[in-house]
């Protein structure tokens, strides 16, 4: 696995490194030891997967607050999605700031997002399949979001004639509303 380190700190793409042959090929997406050499949270406790059905479904900008911080492992598994991070760490020198990156199954990239950071996606393609491994296990009270739309944060999605998203996630607040109630 190679880890290329993103604008976000602590956040990672991870990129696969398959070993082919006539069959196709075999290529570890998790490592323990590699993730703790890397600094990274290994120790997941959930799994979860998100199927979307249209292309143009956006779900995000989603988070959990202290003391459920939490890391995430995101993947595709089918189809496509642009997937986005913001940094909300009071601290960071990147506070408010985003990075987006193409994941797919053609690319078998994965994004590691690190405590304090939201996430979300939107798929490029019909059928898309995320899967998550999160280091926290889901805690209702302590998830939170901001907009996906918010002007302050500046995200460039991917053009989308009919996005799909949800009502909650279209009511979250703005990151100059709210920040200071994400403490992580």
């Not at 890391?71 to 595709?76: A, F, H, I, N, Y």
């Not at 987006?100 to 990239?109: E, I, P, Q």
């Not at 996430?119 to 926290?136: D, I, K, N, R, S």
Request: some cysteine; aromatic content about 12%; proline content about 7%.
């Amino acid at each position: 696995m190679k880890f290329t380190a993103t604008t976000v700190p602590g956040a990672f793409v991870i990129d696969v490194e398959p070993i082919e042959d006539e069959r196709g090929f075999f290529a570890r997406t998790f490592c323990f030891d590699a993730f703790s050499q890397s600094g990274l949270n290994p120790r997941f406790v959930q799994q979860s997967v998100s199927w979307n059905p249209r292309a143009g479904t956006l779900r995000g900008m989603h988070y959990q607050i202290s003391p459920n911080s939490e890391e995430k492992l995101v993947r595709v598994t089918r189809g496509a999605v642009f997937d986005v991070i913001v940094d909300l760490r009071d601290e960071s020198p990147m506070f408010g700031r985003w990075y987006g990156v193409d994941l797919s199954a053609k690319n078998h990239r994965q994004l590691y997002v690190p405590q304090g950071v939201a996430h979300g996606f939107q798929t490029l393609l019909p059928e898309t399949e995320v899967l998550y491994a999160m280091t926290t296990r889901f805690h209702g009270p302590s998830s939170r979001g901001l907009r996906w739309d918010d002007p302050t944060l500046g995200i460039e999605w991917p053009g989308c004639a009919n996005r799909v998203i949800s009502d909650r996630d279209r009511k979250y607040p703005l990151l100059s509303d709210s920040f200071r109630h994400m403490q992580t």
